[in-house]
């Protein structure tokens, strides 16, 4: 069975950026698809953006486009969350989860039921 681990800087100043990694312990059917999540205080766990590991293809929820970046490291099975521009709304749990392709047109959609292996999650706060 596939396993997430997330790491990454855990408190950043307002206006900054920092970056978390997710890597999985192999690569498989079930992680053709990698994504970020998050969950803040008092709120529904939400996507943030989707990579295709075996394409090029990445995805972002439309409220978070603009500061956060996905990205990967296909040899490392690792895929990587930049967020730029650090608003204290930012801080929460974020998770790293993996699930298989969908079949025609977006392969890795922002929602969560796609997703069957997650991650312990990292918390992420962010100070002003």
């Known amino acids: 069975q596939v396993h997430l681990r997330e790491s990454g800087e855990n408190s950043a100043q307002a206006g900054g950026s920092l970056t978390l990694s997710c890597e999985a312990s192999?690569?498989?059917?079930?992680?053709?698809?990698m994504g970020w999540f998050r969950q803040a205080p008092g709120k529904e766990r939400e996507g943030i953006a989707t990579?295709?590991?075996?394409?090029?293809?990445?995805t972002y929820a439309d409220s978070m486009k603009g500061r956060f970046t996905i990205s990967r490291d296909t040899a490392k099975h690792t895929v990587y969350l930049q967020i730029i521009s650090l608003q204290s709304e930012d801080s929460g749990v974020y998770y790293c989860?993996?699930?298989?392709?969908?079949?025609?047109?977006?392969?890795?959609?922002?929602?969560?039921?796609?997703?069957?292996?997650w991650g312990q999650g990292t918390q992420v706060t962010v100070s002003s």
């Open positions: 989860a993996a699930g298989p392709a969908l079949i025609g047109g977006n392969p890795c959609l922002t929602g969560a039921r796609q997703y069957t292996v």
């Open positions: 192999a690569a498989a059917f079930g992680t053709q698809c």
């Open positions: 990579i295709y590991m075996l394409g090029e293809r990445t």
